[in-house]
């Protein structure tokens, strides 16, 4: 395969072998079930919170963010923060709240790759979720659900530039591999830890 067409390549690797996922997991997600109200989406919020939490500072200490990609702009982490506590959590209760242990391996720039994927795909669906939210409990960015519209009328732009991303990247086969292993591990490991949660339909 010529360098020239393996760049889109990645793209349509990562969205084909993580689709099943993606959609099993979305379809557990209580976001659109009629059971949804203010104690379990603070309750779903706390589940996020837990597998962020330990997942970004990973990212962070391996510091193996590729190069280029300016990673401060893309931590979720002080945004759900705030929503908890406006959600009604102080920060004991923030700081006691359960964190996930068996995180996807990121050994190398390949699977932090593979892993933002997962991440960045998480933000642009907020959008879809932030108005559901609005409706059934009347939930703005000040209220608790500022997480699902963390990059605000950024997020396309800063969507479109991950692919973009994603595109100008020259990865041999090995290391695709890599990228799509950590994205369908990101995913798994997600859902594994949601439903240890109770959360999940």
Not at 44 to 56: C, D, I, N, S, W
Not at 131 to 159: C, K, N, P
Request: aromatic share 8%; charged share 25%.
């Amino acid at each position: 395969m010529s360098p020239a067409s393996s760049p889109p390549s990645l793209i349509q690797t990562l969205r084909t072998e993580t689709a099943e996922l993606h959609v099993a997991l979305e379809k557990r997600l209580p976001f659109f079930s009629p059971e949804l109200d203010l104690d379990l989406y603070r309750r779903l919020m706390a589940a996020y919170y837990g597998f962020y939490q330990p997942l970004e500072q990973r990212l962070h200490r391996l510091t193996l963010i590729p190069t280029g990609l300016d990673q401060s702009l893309r931590i979720k982490l002080p945004v759900l923060r705030a929503d908890l506590a406006a959600l009604g959590l102080d920060d004991g209760a923030i700081e006691a709240l359960p964190t996930c242990q068996a995180l996807p391996r990121i050994d190398s720039r390949a699977a932090a790759l593979g892993v933002s994927y997962v991440l960045e795909g998480a933000t642009l669906g907020g959008q879809i979720l932030r108005r559901r939210v609005a409706e059934q409990l009347g939930l703005d960015a000040s209220s608790g659900a500022a997480f699902l519209d963390v990059y605000g009328e950024l997020t396309g732009r800063r969507w479109k530039d991950f692919l973009q991303y994603l595109d100008d990247r020259n990865l041999g086969e090995a290391r695709t591999l890599e990228v799509t292993r950590a994205a369908k591990a990101t995913f798994t490991h997600f859902e594994h830890w949601l439903d240890s949660q109770k959360v999940l339909l």
